[in-house]
């Protein structure tokens, strides 16, 4: 297969203390060139983990010191793996965050089979692979392990005009429920984050594509989004979303187990 290819950014932080959080862990982040795996990857190596990063291209500024690019197509199950051996090394894979994901903005009376695929091939099927290339690792290594998926509250209501989406991420979120009960006498924990209305790059283009088809600019929908269906009044940031994988990657976190934990500035609440 051609695409989607990917970079990844093996990152080996040293730190001074051991008592950072993630010290010790070596983690795999998919989706962490920009937005929120990037976010992600910068706080877990801030936190003492060594993380590879995995996404179609290379992040703009280097993740942390030391880092090397490595090439791999994120659906292919050979390639991932290999991905994986690489961020477990001898020490074994501690944290995965199957966070690559592609957005669509098609009514589902205008979408057609290859268009679906497209999504469900990145969004779900690249979501399993990867997570069951990291299980496999955490079992061998016989330690458990954290499985993190970034869902997306448009895995938990209808959003009209995004049928394929909505569908990849309530699939996502299906399979970390599953596999927190499959994999539990590993010791091995899966939960997924469902993030709302963040302010990526990714969101504002399905803004601007929303904004061409109603003929709106997309700052006004925006604002219409935030006034009517956001309590909190604001978009989210990456860093937001990075704290709380953050959070669920550490020890804090050992008992939490299938849980889509949304960080949507009350959205879903309202």
Known sequence: ?????????????QRDSSSLPLAGRRALITGGAAGIGEATARRFAADGASVVVMDTTAPAAEIARDSRHLI????????????????????????????????????????????????????????????QAAAKA???????GRLLVTASIAGLHGEPGSSAYCASKAGVI??????A???????????????????TAMNT??????????????????????RLRVPAGRRGTPDEVASLFAFLASDEAAF??????????????S
Do not use: Y
Not at 174 to 179: A, F, N, P, Q, S
């Open 174 to 179: 299906g399979l970390v429920k599953t596999l």
């Open 1 to 13: 297969m051609s695409e989607p290819f990917a970079w990844e950014i093996v990152v080996r932080v």
């Open 72 to 131: 791999a197509d994120v659906t292919d199950p050979v390639q991932v793996a290999e991905a994986v051996r690489e961020a477990a090394g001898d020490g074994g894979l501690d944290v995965c965050v199957a966070n690559a994901g592609v957005s669509s903005m098609e009514g589902f009376l205008a979408g057609t089979s290859t268009s679906w695929e497209q999504v469900l091939r990145v969004n779900l099927l690249g979501v399993m692979i990867t997570l």
């Open 205 to 226: 283009r399905d803004l601007e594509t929303a904004g061409r088809k109603s003929g709106r600019p997309a700052a006004a929908l925006l604002r219409e989004h935030l």
């Open 138 to 144: 955490m079992v061998d290594a016989g330690r458990g």
């Open 256 to 269: 939490i187990n299938g849980e889509v934990l949304r960080i949507d500035g009350g959205e879903l609440a």
């Open 181 to 199: 009960v499959e994999l539990a006498p590993w010791s091995i924990t899966a939960n997924a984050v469902a993030p709302g209305q963040i302010d």
